[in-house]
């Protein structure tokens, strides 16, 4: 069973620094794209940024030039170090990956999400 581990949020000051990890462990062939989603309280789920397994990157404009995605394929691991943090960064981060397994010969992709970690920006 896949399962996709977050860790490293927390609290920190305005102007601060973050680095949260994810691990995707369990029964995978390989993963395609992994990436980073945030909620805030009362408001949608959006896309923060996600990496290919190529390594190609995309960003939410509210994080470009502050954040950055990268990848460990051999650990299954995607990161996101947050810089220059701001009170509006404030969410519930959640991990997600896209995994290709095999039935017999016929493979398939499977959404899968993390539990999600707290990130708090706040004097």
């Known amino acids: 069973q896949v399962q996709l581990v977050e860790s490293g949020g927390g609290l920190v000051q305005p102007g601060g620094s973050l680095r949260l990890s994810c691990v995707a462990s369990g029964g995978i062939f390989s993963i395609n794209v992994m990436g980073w989603y945030r909620q805030a309280p009362g408001k949608q789920r959006d896309l923060v940024a996600h990496?290919?397994?190529?390594?190609?990157?995309n960003y939410a404009d509210s994080v470009k030039g502050r954040f950055t995605i990268s990848r460990d394929n051999a650990k299954n691991t995607v990161y996101l170090q947050m810089n220059s943090l701001k009170p509006e960064d404030t969410a519930v981060y959640l991990c997600?990956?896209?995994?290709?397994?095999?039935?017999?010969?016929?493979?398939?992709?499977?959404?899968?999400w993390g539990q999600g970690t707290q990130v708090t920006v706040s004097s």
């Open positions: 997600n990956a896209v995994i290709t397994n095999y039935r017999g010969v016929n493979p398939y992709t499977t959404n899968y």
């Open positions: 990496i290919t397994s190529g390594g190609s990157t």
